[in-house]
């Protein structure tokens, strides 16, 4: 080849192409410089429209992410089961959901694994003409019968140095159509309408057209001639895959807790990796296993960093509500063992031996016995309490499985590592089969007549029957020493919970910057946690306290301090805050930082003032210097007529928020949200109560006819986002929290939920200074614009 003077793109290439295509069963194929190239020209192929959504999984090479961008479109994250690494229908069905419209999808045979192209494709409501399959690992990969290459409309494979067909580097596209063949041909070299090569063949021309923008990612003669040589051997090296992870299967069966990657659809699997998952149940965790390996001079390797984990993708990736489980729970236990052609038995079998060596037998702690819980709803807060109530013993409950009506569930068959053993009809059966202690209905929304079915067959059994009302998950942080009781809001505060976030509200904050103020504060924190499910493109935690933004990014994202979304700052610092939002340009700021005590206010004024209207004039002027497009400030009912610093500092603070928006320049709302008594926030009156109840001290009252009214955590952060939603610029929102609750009553109730009958109270005799013994005037939901006067809000 060398002595030919063909270095560059030439007849070699050409001829490579050819043997490739046939190899395969496809009708074109186009050598370029990458795989990486290969899928930013076949999108280019397609002619989207700039900005167009691509469905990616979560769980790739960041170099498909950065094909998607380069090519002008969004990428939207498709999460992926856990037991496969793939994308499922219904993960799939979610992204397309979250980005409305999906313009085309990638779909990635993971490890060499056949993927059900034409079902996720369905899934997406996708024609196959609008797939592109990043056939990197799938040199050699068939699904059903048919061999990847010539699936969809166009398959990239790369020729990396660690790939099946191991050349250096190198990529190729095939595909049956010739319009996007040819449209590929012209843009890996410039967009020019011929080879540099071919003009100077005998009957061609230096002329040439460019009608289009191209790269510069052709496939060189000398990367051409080694493929040709090494496609002679590529049978045998794909022989021999098979074999090996033949031999890596038998081995590991006999290693409880190393489970290999299932596969997601009949076919063969080109094994160019071979991934496990390192579960519980092995007794050493992923990264202490590959430091161990690392000393006994075996390399592995994790595929991949989901792509919601990288800073770079988080601002410019489409997340769906309700976040990737799929790929935060793979990647934690992903692990990628040695294999290539060339790998002797011997050191396979020391890999094994190794992988034995290091597991730790489960021994069971001596603990108090945890009941067999059934949970009933494997949405999000069923999702949540499973997996809280398997970190945190103290719960006395051990939850084994799931019931969900929803038939994706049903036939995925398991969310996180717990199986979903039947829908809600099937609560008996399941509660006998599986020797069912307990269940808990983590279905906020279950109309009563099927919670009492639910319950009663559950019962019929023996089980005993806990409800999970949404606001208990902000209740267990703060609850002391209370496990999982009968809690029911409406006996508690006279009412039933109102749902107030409303699907709409997704719109304020879909792909747009939000900062939240206060991040680590109960309330802060929860609005963290739902606008999170409604895909912002990025999310600003900003607080004084590291320690409390550490626990809830770890709380969001499962690790920490790895992205520039926390922000430390304090709010009265000018500079500082004008800083943030130069640097960050928030489009939605939440304002929930705020010195909040009442009495400790009334010692020390100044700070009040300081915080939460120095404070609030400073984000204030910031946002509409930014151009922010809603302000939302988180208020008090304590405002409404104040006589204590809180209320007042508050009132001012609505005031300031009032005359930003008078100052505002176009497109920039600001408006204000007031809250009751928060159940479950930090130092609210129910776990105040619950501290002194579980310290086994008097609970302390003003006044028996002390009244308060009280909202739930879902309650506040829903009226923040409708707020969000409604606003037009300068209201004051507030709940109707129906009639004010005696918190004499409130303390007797909740005792008794916690089966403490005879509840000491003690009078304290005087009201504090600054509060009142009933609150001010509620309304209902309704506005109050700037100029002061009330108008209903529909």
Excluded at 321 to 328: E, I, M, Q, V, W
Aim: some cysteine.
């Amino acid at each position: 080849m060398l002595a030919s003077g063909w270095v560059t793109t030439g007849p070699e290439a050409g001829r490579f192409e050819q043997e490739v295509a046939r190899y395969i069963g496809a009708a074109h194929a186009v050598g370029v410089s990458s795989c990486t190239a290969a899928l930013e020209l076949a999108l280019r192929a397609l002619r989207l429209p700039p900005g167009g959504t691509v469905l990616i999984p979560a769980v790739t090479f960041c170099g498909a992410a950065h094909a998607v961008l380069h090519a002008g479109l969004r990428p939207v994250l498709v999460d992926v089961d856990p037991r496969t690494a793939l994308p499922s229908p219904d993960t799939v069905s979610r992204a397309a959901r979250a980005c409305g419209c999906p313009r085309a999808m990638l779909v990635l045979q993971y490890a060499g694994a056949p993927a059900p192209v034409a079902g996720l494709a369905a899934a997406a409501h996708l024609p196959l003409t609008h797939v592109v399959e990043d056939a990197a690992h799938a040199l050699g990969t068939r699904v059903g019968t048919r061999p990847v290459g010539a699936l969809s409309r166009a398959i990239c494979f790369s020729f990396h140095a660690t790939k099946n067909l191991p050349i250096g580097e190198g990529g190729m596209v095939t595909t049956d159509d010739s319009e996007p063949a040819e449209r590929i041909r012209r843009t890996r070299l410039h967009g020019m309408s011929a080879d540099a090569w071919r003009r100077h063949l005998s009957g061609g021309t230096s002329r040439y057209s460019v009608e289009e923008a191209g790269l510069k990612a052709n496939m060189t003669d000398l990367t051409a001639a080694i493929g040709r040589a090494q496609l002679h051997h590529l049978d045998a090296w794909q022989q021999r895959r098979h074999e090996l992870a033949a031999r890596y299967d038998a081995a590991l069966a006999d290693i409880p807790g190393i489970e290999p990657l299932r596969t997601a659809t009949e076919g063969r699997h080109a094994h160019h990796l071979y991934p496990v998952r390192v579960l519980e149940a092995y007794g050493t965790d992923r990264d202490e296993l590959m430091d161990r390996l690392a000393e006994d001079g075996i390399s592995t390797s994790v595929h991949f960093v989901p792509l919601h984990r990288l800073p770079y993708f988080r601002g410019l990736a489409i997340t769906p509500p309700g976040g990737l489980p799929g790929a935060d729970a793979l990647y934690l236990r992903l692990l990628s063992l040695p294999l290539y052609p060339h790998l002797a038995e011997r050191a396979l079998d020391r890999v094994c031996g190794q992988l034995a060596k290091h597991a730790v037998p489960r021994v069971t702690p001596h603990r108090t016995p945890c009941l067999r819980t059934l949970v009933i709803g494997a949405g999000e807060a069923g999702r949540a309490l499973a997996r809280d109530l398997a970190r945190a013993r103290g719960f006395g409950l051990d939850p084994v499985g799931f019931l969900d009506d929803d038939p994706a569930k049903l036939s995925e068959g398991t969310v996180g590592d717990l199986p979903v053993l039947g829908g809600l009809d099937a609560t008996r059966e399941t509660v006998r089969e599986h020797r069912i202690e307990a269940v808990v209905v983590a279905i906020p929304q279950l109309v009563p007549d099927r919670f009492r079915r639910v319950a009663r067959a559950a019962e019929a059994e023996g089980a005993s029957v806990r409800y999970l009302p949404s606001f208990i998950a902000a209740l267990r942080r703060d609850v002391v020493g209370g496990d999982m009781r009968e809690l029911d809001v409406r006996e508690l505060i006279g009412r039933a919970e109102m749902h107030v976030v409303r699907p709409e509200a997704r719109s304020v904050v879909a792909g747009r910057r939000v900062l939240v103020t206060g991040a680590g504060g109960s309330i802060g924190s929860e609005l963290c946690h739902q606008v999170r499910a409604f895909g912002p493109s990025r999310l600003f935690l900003l607080d004084h306290d590291g320690s409390h933004l550490h626990r809830l990014q770890l709380e969001l994202h499962g690790d920490a301090l790895r992205s520039d979304d926390v922000v430390i700052s304090d709010i009265r610092d000018r500079p500082r805050i004008d800083q943030v939002f130069r640097e960050l340009r928030p489009e939605v700021v939440f304002h929930a930082a705020a010195h909040k005590h009442l009495p400790l206010l009334e010692l020390h004024p100044g700070e009040g003032v300081k915080s939460n209207v120095r404070g609030t004039e400073n984000l204030v002027r910031a946002a509409a210097e930014a151009r922010t497009a809603r302000f939302v400030l988180i208020s008090t009912d304590k405002a409404a007529d104040p006589v204590s610093v809180l209320g007042a500092t508050k009132r001012l603070a609505e005031l300031i928020v009032g005359e930003g928006q008078r100052d505002a320049p176009p497109g920039t709302v600001f408006t204000a949200v007031r809250f009751g008594n928060v159940l479950g926030s930090r130092g609210s009156l129910l776990s105040v109560v619950a501290e002194q109840l579980g310290a086994g001290a008097p609970v302390t009252v003003t006044h028996p006819d002390v009244t308060r009214f009280f909202m739930t955590v879902e309650e506040a952060v829903g009226l923040v986002l409708q707020a969000a939603r409604m606003a037009r610029g300068g209201e004051v929102f507030v709940l109707d929290m129906s009639s004010p609750v005696r918190i004499v009553d409130l303390v007797r109730k909740f005792a008794r939920s916690v089966h403490i009958p005879d509840v000491d109270i003690r009078w304290r005799g005087r009201t504090r200074p600054a509060r009142r013994r009933t609150p001010a005037g509620a309304p209902r939901a309704r506005a109050w614009p700037a100029a002061g006067r009330w108008c209903r809000r529909r």
